[in-house]
């Protein structure tokens, strides 16, 4: 059973990057606007490998009704309903956007919704949404359409609707079972509500029942997340997201609403995920990557004994790696060799739209030298294996020479059984796959640059 030492997550506790992107999201630049991000569409137009290719896309819906404290998401927390109407038209605008600039009516094989909270739209406005999707794309028989769902949100009907939407995979967000926890992190959900909506769920025929949970919450006990672990293991959800709290009151306002004695101790955090990792491995879940586990039967699990798992803005996918079409306050998207992230808010995002001009406000394209680290880290991520050749025949490099100081890096962390080094490749341990993002940042030149004394 795999488990780790405090001493050994102390070494490493300055976490490094989650790896969605490489180069991570602290490096997009002002200088990369609108005029980057239609060049970046007008190129997969001009290519018909990519242009055949489907994409996947994001839809960013901000609406929240109420403000969790732990928040650190762009949202609007509103009881004005009537807003919503207005935002799927600025949708629609930029969508419209995006497509003259492509050229053509794209496949689509991937749609995820997030928020905010997608399900504070009314169902007929999910379905409005869903059809002027479609309208401009045309979304594959094999498309995977997902969204993360407030419990809160929604009922039979809800779920039912979305099902004949088209929708297979819901993503509950939970983050705790115990009331004293909810109440302090302003978030009442009744779990016999949440196990209610997990039975209607599979009653409807969805693929996919998973959930997320924070841990390191204000009011947090051993004794509290262990009792929360046990119902959701009784739940029995295709995948657990288990997402450590990270309390940055100065940069997410919300959180100043959290009282830092009521925190607790990193200790006890990394106790915590030790306890989760060996309660869900024991419960048959198979371990994916950083915060993420899912059922042996789930195609992420299938995908990374296969070696097909991606990773990407959406996280880990078991899609075939695409371009991914950001759309909404806040949408990051990924085309080609450029990513980009629209306006975070609503007023900078309409008024992009008024000017009929698309609402990106940073980005980047990435080097050549990007593109190489890029591949090294997501097969690290996805794989935990790293064939030297792979990288020499796709990039025209000598791997021992352009990383010999990473290479050697590496030494140290084979010494603590974290990876194992031959003279052609590079395996993560076991132990290594839950620190991973360490060791991925080795080969982060930005990260190496920034943290240098504490490599
Ligand atoms: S945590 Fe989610 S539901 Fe809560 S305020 Fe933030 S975006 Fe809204």
Redesign the pocket.
Known sequence: MLSFSHALLKRHEVRAPSYTSYPGLDQFKQAFGPRHYAQALEHRRQSVLTRLKPLAVYVHL?F?E???F????F?I?TKRYSKTLAYLELIEQELKLQIEHLGHKPKVSQLHLS???PTYLHTAELERLVTMLKSYTTFTPEVEMSLDV?PRTVNQDTLGALRDMGFGRLNF?VQDCDAGVQRAVH?LQDFDAIHALFEQSRLLGFESCGLELLYGLPKQTQKSFAATLARVVALSAERVILTPYRHQPETFA?QRKIKEQDLPSSHWTMECFNTALTTLLKAGYDYIGLDLFAKKSDPLSLAKRQGRLHRNFLGFSAQPNTDLMGLGMSGIGAIGSTYSQNATTLEEYSMFLERKQLPVVKGLMLTRDDLIRKSVIMGLMCQGHLSYESIELAYFIDFPSYFAQELQQLQHLEEEGLVQLTAKSLDVTELGSVLVRSIASVFDRYWTAAHSSHL
Request: proline residues 11%; charged residues 20%.
């Open positions: 901000p929240c109420n403000l969790c732990f928040c650190n998401r949202k927390v928020g905010g909270t407030d967000f978030r919300p």
